[in-house]
């Protein structure tokens, strides 16, 4: 039923920047939480960012002061601008709805729909 369409990701070096762009359909994206969430090789999908409905965002404490999580309501888009990017951000990044959680065990990753998501490697 829903669907994300997730963009932007590529290798950037330390230090770099990027900004990911996630599509999503339905006409009532404006009334929903979004979020941003990553899975590195053998880890959990974990949480990156929320934004509510109305544009408060928040931020995993590894990314905060880092990156910026934004929505356009309008165009039924949520953006995530990533600077001071480290070798530890390299990740498949998700776009999905706030699903309320810092991470997302397989059980509950099986139960929601996603994205294939964007790679993004960080590397010299």
């Known amino acids: 039923q829903v669907q994300f369409v997730e963009s932007g990701g590529g290798l950037v070096q330390p230090g770099g920047s990027l900004r990911l762009s996630c599509a999503a359909s339905g006409s009532i994206f404006s009334i929903y939480a979004m979020a941003w969430y990553r899975q590195a090789p053998g880890n959990q999908r974990e949480l990156v960012a929320t934004i509510t409905s109305d544009g408060i965002p928040n931020y995993a404490d590894s990314v905060k002061g880092r990156f910026t999580i934004s929505r356009d309501n309008a165009k039924n888009m949520v953006y995530l601008q990533m600077n001071s990017l480290k070798p530890e951000d390299t990740a498949v990044y998700y776009c999905?709805?706030?699903?309320?959680?810092?991470?997302?065990?397989?059980?509950?990753?099986?139960?929601?729909?996603w994205g294939q998501g964007t790679q993004v490697t960080v590397s010299s």
């Open positions: 999905n709805l706030d699903l309320g959680r810092a991470v997302v065990p397989d059980t509950v990753l099986r139960r929601n729909y």
